[in-house]
């Protein structure tokens, strides 16, 4: 089997479903199988999945929330793939990427991980799809706001380049190398685990590449980046991994990052309970300029998208061809899967990104819109 792409889920359905949909276009092409690890979601996940995908998918359904790491491994051991890709739920992947990231990894087996141009829910390219290891220097570069070390943002965004750090958004792993560096390490609840993977990977002999191939990371809907578990999580995380690759250095050395991580996750935390406090006594009660939508798709999509429209009581514009969408303030572009495809909104998307907030899609057979702000149906 060439592929195996696992999933872990934890309520995040209608995001998940998006995702599934655009893997399974993607990988019409290619031999592979397709794990989703549910994380004991409350949001009918489960039910649902075996409804809509059957035995298109091996469902793996856990009691409990495993955490990230914990719930990849589970899949990870029970897979055959000659690759194992790691992908998140609130992500979509253009119809060509699995074929660009695979071939180039076919050509060079050398490299052990590769990750992908990934946009922002706005059109825009994610700067973490290319990060260096946070050492003690770059980490303390970054802490003090100059970060372009760590983005590499020396590399051409257009061309594929040897990184250090591979997003766990999206992971592509040789398995040659992920059985010579080892699983996940499950120290790590979420976050953090693929900066400690990717720098094993590299540290067993093989290389980690930047592919310019394009991925859609609605970045944040399969976890709440608001709330103070968030916090915790995220900064315990980098602490996990100083420890583990940097706690053999000097005290002068690793007590400043550590104090620096500590002080960061506070400086999070007051600012939260900053913006909390204001809510709760209504200092930022003021009204948000409602969106529009300009919907672009087929004619039986667009008359559903009229009606729905209506019924939501939504800002809404029409259009059936991508060119004739015009460039409008505070808008979404919502797209047509089917008339329009994944890849095709991703490169129109990319170039418009100055006015809308983000992207939108809306699927015939669900009959849903969905965008990072919400879903509608």
Request: net charge neutral; proline share 3%; with cysteine.
């Given at each position: 089997?060439?592929?195996?792409?696992?999933?872990?889920?934890?309520?995040?359905?209608?995001?998940?479903?998006?995702?599934?949909?655009?893997?399974?276009?993607?990988?019409?092409?290619?031999?592979?199988?397709?794990?989703?690890?549910?994380?004991?979601?409350?949001?009918?996940?489960?039910?649902?999945?075996?409804?809509?995908?059957?035995?298109?998918?091996?469902?793996?359904?856990?009691?409990?929330?495993?955490?990230?790491?914990?719930?990849?491994?589970?899949?990870?051991?029970?897979?055959?793939?000659?690759?194992?890709?790691?992908?998140?739920?609130?992500?979509?992947?253009?119809?060509?990427?699995?074929?660009?990231?695979?071939?180039?990894?076919?050509?060079?087996?050398?490299?052990?991980?590769?990750?992908?141009?990934?946009?922002?829910?706005?059109?825009?390219?994610?700067?973490?799809?290319?990060?260096?290891?946070?050492?003690?220097?770059?980490?303390?570069?970054?802490?003090?706001?100059?970060?372009?070390?760590?983005?590499?943002?020396?590399?051409?965004?257009?061309?594929?380049?040897?990184?250090?750090?591979?997003?766990?958004?999206?992971?592509?792993?040789?398995?040659?190398?992920?059985?010579?560096?080892?699983l996940l390490d499950e120290d790590f609840f979420m976050y953090g685990e693929d900066i400690d993977l990717s720098y094993r990977i590299m540290k067993s002999g093989y290389e980690n590449w930047y592919i310019p191939a394009h991925i859609v990371h609605y970045k944040g809907e399969s976890t709440c980046k608001s709330s103070y578990r968030y916090v915790h999580v995220f900064y315990q995380a980098m602490i996990i991994f100083f420890r583990k690759h940097y706690g053999h250095l000097s005290f002068f050395i690793t007590a400043p990052i550590k104090m620096a991580i500590y002080l960061r996750a506070f400086i999070a935390l007051c600012q939260m309970l900053y913006w909390s406090m204001r809510d709760a006594l209504?200092?930022?009660?003021?009204?948000?300029?409602?969106?529009?939508?300009?919907?672009?798709?087929?004619?039986?999509?667009?008359?559903?998208?009229?009606?729905?429209?209506?019924?939501?009581?939504?800002?809404?514009?029409f259009y059936e061809q991508l060119e004739r969408v015009p460039e409008v303030q505070n808008s979404y572009v919502v797209y047509d899967i089917d008339a329009v495809g994944f890849g095709k909104m991703i490169a129109h998307a990319s170039k418009h990104t100055a006015c809308q907030q983000g992207i939108g899609t809306y699927n015939m057979r669900t009959h849903e819109l969905i965008t990072l702000r919400d879903i509608i149906a």
């Open positions: 089997m060439k592929l195996s792409i696992v999933i872990v889920s934890y309520n995040v359905r209608h995001y998940l479903d998006q995702c599934l949909e655009s893997v399974l276009r993607a990988t019409r092409a290619i031999d592979c199988e397709i794990f989703v690890v549910d994380n004991d979601s409350k949001d009918d996940t489960v039910t649902y999945l075996k409804q809509r995908y059957g035995q298109q998918i091996k469902l793996i359904e856990s009691n409990r929330n495993l955490g990230f790491a914990r719930a990849n491994n589970i899949a990870i051991r029970q897979s055959e793939g000659e690759y194992v890709l790691l992908l998140n739920p609130d992500t979509f992947v253009a119809e060509d990427t699995l074929t660009k990231v695979l071939d180039f990894m076919d050509a060079r087996p050398e490299v052990g991980g590769a990750g992908v141009m990934m946009h922002n829910a706005d059109g825009t390219i994610a700067r973490e799809s290319r990060r260096a290891v946070p050492t003690p220097f770059i980490s303390f570069m970054k802490m003090i706001g100059r970060s372009d070390r760590y983005y590499m943002s020396h590399l051409a965004w257009d061309e594929p380049g040897r990184i250090e750090v591979i997003s766990g958004a999206f992971c592509m792993l040789r398995r040659k190398a992920l059985d010579k560096a080892g209504g200092f930022s009660s003021y009204r948000k300029a409602e969106p529009r939508y300009l919907f672009v798709g087929s004619v039986e999509m667009l008359e559903e998208c009229r009606n729905l429209a209506k019924r939501k009581g939504l800002q809404a514009d």
